[in-house]
């Protein structure tokens, strides 16, 4: 039998070539690290590092060292980045608490490293990684809800550590963040279940309910308007996409679906006369310490930008809220004071370059888009939430701008011609014109 070969008609197994298998395992590992994404408490409300931070650090090591690039593409982006560190260190030149500067500059850097590593991430393997990466942020906010809800109804020992106020905080410090921390999950699971196409699939409307039962539970302003408001806009974007009557219909059952959900499970909180209490008392646009003349929010705004118009060069990070003993509670006005005009005009442009491309991103289309409409609809609505609250910090807010750059700048490498976001375009696809050919939702 010798030099004779049996030929069994199926083809050789392909060996995975050890570059893919290693980058298949940096994958598994960054997964691991959003998965425990969901604790950021720390001792007496000190920013330590949570172990989120400290396996990230490792994770963006690993995954450059097996050959992650940026694309060359992120280059503005970054730039601005550049530009509010610079006047962040500009204005740290006459920094009266000194000793404050390098931690805050050092957090500073290192969030907006995971924001270009998460843009960098994405934007190798748009889709795959996309969606790997908003299951292991779902799956982590859902147990940040889960632990929110049982502190907040007392339903094992020892559970108020997840509370504070009354007020639902889960595995974090503060319940303004904890709120916002779940939008961009309850998006995505909205998106599944408009997409379901099976009974089986309803299982989603669990972990649906539990986010938002949560998120209602944080007593957070900010975040009720922020899911709103994102939730709107991920609605119009979504129906504003549909290529055919089926999807239409479908997004617009999933409409009713999710506001029966919603309708059901504030009912449901606000029939425990603890929730309806709270809720009544949080429910109004001001609060006492808004508007008080000396010491209210507002006040403190005042105060702040009438301290960069004498300060155009910025006092220096982590100095106002020592300064004036209260932040600003309001992230355009907190960089502005830190950095001057250098670093406020550097941060509103990269805002404003991510909702422009994003919106252009979108109208081109792709298998992406759906995911894309999740971070950007929860991108806009945290951008909306910053003027009541400094997200300049938020773990998460970096991790949804990086998705969302990743994808809309594999979108641009397409180089696809660019669709106006108009319903006529997709009531066109409706009736089988050539407008609406080849797009996908």
Do not use: C
Request: glycine share 12%; hydrophobic share 55%; proline share 5%.
């Amino acid at each position: 039998m010798d030099g004779w070969q049996i030929d069994s008609g199926r083809p050789a197994p392909q060996a995975i070539p050890r570059r893919t298998l290693f980058m298949r395992v940096g994958e598994w590992l960054v997964i691991l690290v959003l998965l425990t994404s969901f604790y950021v408490k720390s001792e007496q409300g000190q920013d330590q590092p949570t172990p989120y931070d400290i396996m990230m650090a490792g994770t963006v090591a690993v995954m450059f060292l097996l050959g992650l690039r940026f694309p060359r593409s992120l280059g503005w982006p970054a730039a601005l980045w550049g530009l509010v560190v610079i006047g962040f260190g500009i204005g740290a030149v006459n920094a009266l608490y000194i000793e404050r500067v390098r931690p805050a500059l050092m957090v500073t850097i290192y969030l907006i490293g995971t924001f270009l590593f998460f843009a960098s991430y994405v934007y190798a393997d748009p889709v795959r990684r996309f969606t790997q990466v908003m299951w292991a942020y779902t799956a982590a906010a859902a147990v940040a809800a889960a632990t929110g809800v049982v502190g907040y109804f007392g339903l094992l020992p020892g559970a108020e550590m997840f509370t504070e106020f009354g007020r639902a905080t889960g595995t974090f410090n503060d319940p303004n963040v904890f709120g916002p921390f779940l939008v961009a999950p309850i998006l995505f699971l909205g998106l599944k279940l408009s997409r379901a196409s099976s009974l089986r699939s309803l299982w989603i409307v669990a972990p649906f309910g539990l986010l938002v039962l949560a998120l209602l539970l944080s007593f957070s302003r900010g975040a009720w308007g922020n899911l709103l408001f994102s939730g709107a806009l991920f609605f119009v974007l979504t129906l504003a996409t549909s290529t055919s009557a089926r999807q239409t219909m479908r997004l617009i059952g999933f409409g009713i679906l999710v506001a029966l959900v919603g309708i059901g499970v504030i009912g449901v909180a606000l029939s425990n006369p603890k929730v309806s209490s709270l809720f009544e008392e949080r429910a109004s646009l001001t609060q006492s310490y808004d508007i008080d003349p000396e010491h209210g929010r507002f006040e403190g705004q005042a105060r702040a930008f009438r301290a960069v118009l004498e300060r155009p060069l910025g006092l220096g990070p982590s100095q106002w809220a020592v300064i004036n003993n209260l932040d600003t509670h309001n992230v355009y006005l907190h960089v502005l004071v830190a950095g001057g005009f250098l670093s406020g005009l550097a941060f509103i442009a990269f805002l404003l370059m991510t909702l422009v491309r994003g919106w252009r991103a979108i109208g081109r289309g792709g298998p992406e888009t759906g995911l894309l409409i999740v971070v950007y609809a929860a991108f806009a609505g945290h951008l909306g939430e910053a003027v009541i609250i400094d997200i300049d910090n938020w773990r998460h807010f970096y991790l949804l701008t990086g998705l969302l750059w990743g994808a809309l700048l594999a979108i641009e490498a397409r180089g696809r011609a660019p669709r106006a976001i108009l319903l006529p375009r997709a009531r066109a696809a409706i009736a089988g014109t050539p407008e609406g050919a080849g797009f996908r939702a």
